[in-house]
């Protein structure tokens, strides 16, 4: 996996939501969080494993939402700011944090309804790989956003801290045939990359949110999409 070190370091963990999901990247974290809601509702009573899950931002919402929950992380940094969440949560089903490495998931098969891999798949060295082991331990559905290669990021993409796995919608048509998945529904989203909502006031995103809605519900710039939420089936 890329970014490995890079994630597992204290100081990159304590700042990891506020960098990325304050300011304008609030708008970037309610709509992941709708994608995943809208693929897996209803969420009461699910058993959920969340791959990669950083600090709880999705493990943490499914929770509260009713569903029984597995968050886990190569790094204890990211988990340690997961668990400090759960303090203050209302939570109506369960959580709980465990490290561990996606390409060897630590679960018997067939032993959860949904895995979820949200900003996982951009630092896969072996994505098939990661694919079928998710494939294996989930009896039901697998939901994972990908970073698209025809978009705004390709721009910019080499000057991040570790660099990122580009898709194309036929590079994942064939990660899902090798891996006996079947597409359920795909939603292509964001324009405008999501570094630009980062830095910039929520009071300017939210304009350009907007647009970039209006933009990205055409059907010519679905390729453009910075990102896209895939919605798959197990076979």
């Not at 890079?6 to 609030?26: I, L, P, T």
């Not at 494993?49 to 939402?65: D, P, S, W, Y």
């Not at 067939?110 to 994505?127: C, E, K, N």
């Not at 939901?143 to 990122?164: E, K, Q």
Request: aromatic residues 10%; glycine residues 6%; hydrophobic residues 40%.
């Amino acid at each position: 996996m890329k970014g490995q070190e890079w994630y597992q370091a204290d100081d990159v963990a304590e700042e990891y939501d506020d960098k990325r999901f304050s300011r304008g990247g609030q708008l970037i974290d309610r709509r992941e969080k709708e994608a995943v809601l809208e693929a897996i509702m209803p969420v009461e009573d699910r058993n959920i494993l969340e791959i990669a899950c950083g600090t709880g931002r999705f493990t943490v919402m499914l929770a509260q939402q009713g569903a029984d929950v597995v968050g886990l992380d190569i790094s204890a940094a990211m988990l340690q700011q997961g668990r400090e969440k759960t303090k203050d949560a209302a939570l109506e089903g369960t959580l709980e944090f465990l490290r561990g490495d996606a390409g060897r998931l630590p679960f018997p098969d067939d032993h959860f309804d949904t895995v979820i891999a949200m900003r996982f798949f951009h630092l896969a060295d072996d994505p098939e790989a990661f694919l079928e082991e998710m494939r294996r331990v989930s009896r039901d559905q697998i939901v994972f956003d990908t970073f698209n290669r025809f978009s705004a990021r390709s721009i910019y993409n080499w000057a991040l801290p570790m660099g990122s796995r580009l898709y194309s919608k036929s590079e994942v048509a064939i990660l899902l045939a090798k891996t006996n998945l079947t597409l359920e529904d795909v939603e292509d989203d964001f324009i405008a990359p999501y570094g630009l909502y980062r830095s910039i006031p929520n009071e300017l995103a939210t304009p350009i949110r907007t647009l970039d809605e209006l933009i990205g519900s055409l059907p010519v710039t679905d390729h453009l999409a910075s990102v896209s939420y895939w919605n798959t089936r197990v076979r």
